[in-house]
């Protein structure tokens, strides 16, 4: 996998660190946990910004269909977790936080038991409150996110989850099931006839024959779903794959694209269990392949991944839930200092004529006002015994899931992707090497494969 840590030295450095690891509670004895699902409508407004306005995508012109938060708080432990999945593109920075903040105070636990993470919708909002804020001090062109909105939706997302506190359920066991998804997600780098890379293959490139007939390369062809439940009981199922979701976008036609149209196709199935579904670490894996970019491919894309989740379901077994140990590990990703990435290069960009240019700007330096006071994020992650839960920040690629699952080669490592997103471009570091041309300006970090092992290695150890 390119990585720079082999496998025996990553576990060796989980020996070292089991035995007292940052960010790890003690388990209860004998705890009974309860589940509370929530769910909150976060579709924007006619006319607003989609993608930041960080890309040629319109504003929203149409609903085509809602976008929404769905989650979880899961109490029973030192203190309550919340994991929610929001029909968002990405969320930025101090608007991170304001979210796990705010869904912090209304589930009576701290900031980083919060695990947000973004299905990452291109037709759909992208907010980063500090990068607006940067704009209209320059008097940019360019429009981001409309702030009171945000703050609307991170309130309503809390009030669901208050509300649901009161109905929360018994939790006694947890299910894990898996299945292939087939003929759904390819690379975004592939070989040329001459063995050269490219990395072109996005997520609307399978009408290119060249494309379409490379292998589908590095991909975890294994869509992951883990379920709590009351006795026999289900109560709730929470899906993870590793690909980026657009059928097609630029449109400004909001839709929760076809994860969140299958999520609600599973949903329909069994109204009793709630379906959460959530995008793993898919930076550098696209539809690409399968996909041209046809409107009539969206339901065919929906299919095959609801087929997945159905076989996952019909796959699912169960183990009395003993334990949910939160995990966190820093993470320190430096920011990047290329031409055109220092604090100079950017601050003259917002002078620019293209809003695009402006909002990338505006971005990357809300990005390194943070980076620059020395701020971290955090790898949390959530230990079931029999499975384990993991968030990563950014378009982390997906080397990085498939080095997690490796790390606990006996156990069920799910991992979500899309949380802290301000770096944009989580990449390995072949990609650098060979000039990945998706880091050229969604990239606000440097190389991370260091950070981002060492921190997966000490949230994945297994304690003595």
């Known amino acids: 996998m390119h990585l720079p840590l082999t496998r025996r030295d990553a576990l060796g450095m989980m020996a070292a660190l089991s035995g007292g690891m940052f960010g790890v509670e003690s388990p209860a004895a004998e705890t009974e946990f309860r589940l509370a699902t929530f769910s909150a409508d976060v579709t924007p407004p006619l006319g607003h910004p989609l993608l930041a306005g960080a890309t040629v995508t319109p504003p929203a012109s149409r609903i085509d269909d809602p976008l929404f938060a769905k989650g979880f708080v899961l109490s029973g432990g030192e203190r309550p977790i919340v ?11 101090d608007a991170y936080d304001r979210w796990r903040d705010v869904l912090a105070e209304a589930a009576g636990t701290s900031r980083e038991r919060v695990l947000v993470t973004s299905i990452h919708q291109h037709d759909a909002p992208l907010p980063d409150l500090e990068a607006q804020r940067i704009l209209e001090k320059h008097g940019c062109q360019a429009c981001l996110f409309d702030l009171e909105f945000h703050e609307r939706v991170v309130q309503s997302v809390a009030k669901a989850l208050r509300e649901s506190l009161a109905r929360s359920q018994r939790v006694t066991h947890i299910g894990i099931g898996q299945a292939q998804v087939k003929e759904l997600a390819s690379n975004r780098r592939y070989l040329d006839a001459d063995g050269q890379p490219h990395f072109d293959r996005s997520s609307m490139s399978g009408g290119d024959s060249v ?13 992951k779903t883990l379920s709590f439940w009351n006795g026999e009981t289900p109560l709730s199922a929470l899906s993870t794959y590793a690909i980026h979701p657009m059928s097609y976008w630029g449109t400004g036609w909001v839709t929760s694209d076809f ?6 196709r599973r949903q329909a199935d069994d109204r009793k269990v709630f379906q959460i579904y959530a995008s793993g670490a898919s930076g550098n894996v696209t539809a690409g392949k399968y996909n041209d970019g046809r409107h009539d491919n969206r339901p065919i894309l929906t299919r095959k991944l609801y087929d997945a989740m159905t076989a996952a379901w019909k796959d699912t077994r169960k183990f009395p839930l003993t334990t949910a140990e939160f995990r966190s590990a820093p993470l320190r990703l430096e920011p990047r200092n290329h031409p055109g990435f220092t604090v100079e290069d950017l601050t003259k960009l917002l002078s620019h004529s293209d809003p695009r240019k402006q909002s990338l700007a505006a971005l990357g330096l809300s990005w390194r006002k943070r ?6 994020l955090i790898v949390p992650a959530i230990d079931f015994g029999k499975a384990q839960l993991v968030l990563l920040p950014g378009e982390s690629y997906v080397e990085y899931q498939l080095l997690a699952q490796q790390l606990r080669p006996d156990s069920f490592v799910m991992v979500m992707g899309y949380g802290e997103c301000a770096p944009g471009y989580v990449s390995i570091d072949r990609a650098w090497k060979e000039d990945d041309g998706n880091l050229r300006d969604w990239c606000w970090v440097g190389p991370s494969e260091v950070a981002m092992t060492e921190a ?3 949230v994945l150890a297994t304690r003595k």
């Open 83 to 93: 994991v929610v999945s929001v029909d968002w593109c990405e969320i930025r920075n």
């Open 211 to 223: 494309k379409h007939n490379a292998p589908e390369g590095t991909v975890d062809p294994w869509l």
């Open 259 to 264: 994860p969140g149209l299958a999520r609600e």
């Open 371 to 376: 980076a620059d006071a020395g701020h971290k």
């Open 456 to 458: 997966l290695t000490t």
